[in-house]
């Protein structure tokens, strides 16, 4: 994908979250694990955010205020410039995995998901880990 900002080093993930204790804890589990974090707590936010800095990455929260996570990752996904941003949805909607899915989203993790589970997926989908050899809270994987 090409984007017009220096080569990152650190790959930026975008953490989509309304609630302020959920985003502190990911940021915190994220940077701690050497990954560039911002934030956005609703949908319409998510999309600017991802249409301006082109994050490698995108954690999305499904039930947002505003514009929720699975419009958001439609709008995402059909627009030529953030369409191969993998998306993993991460909500604690155990029933949203199909749902996910079809908005596009390329993952989906519930809530509450241990640490070492969230970081192992994130390699996966960015294609850091061998899928054979990582162990997922994972409901579905996209085709």
């Known amino acids: 994908m090409a984007n017009s900002f220096?080569?990152?080093?650190?790959p930026l993930i975008l953490v989509?979250?309304?609630?302020?204790?959920?985003?502190?804890?990911?940021?915190d589990v994220l940077a701690a694990a050497e990954f560039d974090v911002v934030g956005a707590e609703n949908g319409i936010d998510a999309v600017d955010t991802a249409v301006k800095l082109l994050p490698d990455l995108i954690l999305m929260d499904l039930s947002l205020p505003l514009m929720g996570g699975c419009e958001a990752t439609r709008l995402l996904k059909s627009d030529e410039r953030t369409r191969d941003i993998p998306i993993i949805a991460l909500t604690g909607h155990h029933n949203y995995a199909?749902?996910?899915?079809?908005a596009g989203c390329d993952a989906f993790l519930t809530k509450p998901?241990?640490?070492?589970?969230?970081?192992?997926?994130?390699?996966?989908v960015l294609g850091d880990v061998p899928e054979e050899v990582t162990p997922r809270c994972v409901a579905f994987e996209r085709n």
């Open 6 to 10: 220096p080569l990152r080093v650190v």
């Open 16 to 27: 989509v979250e309304d609630a302020e204790d959920a985003y502190e804890l990911l940021a």
């Open 113 to 124: 998901c241990p640490p070492e589970r969230l970081l192992d997926e994130i390699g996966r």
């Open 98 to 102: 199909e749902t996910a899915r079809h």
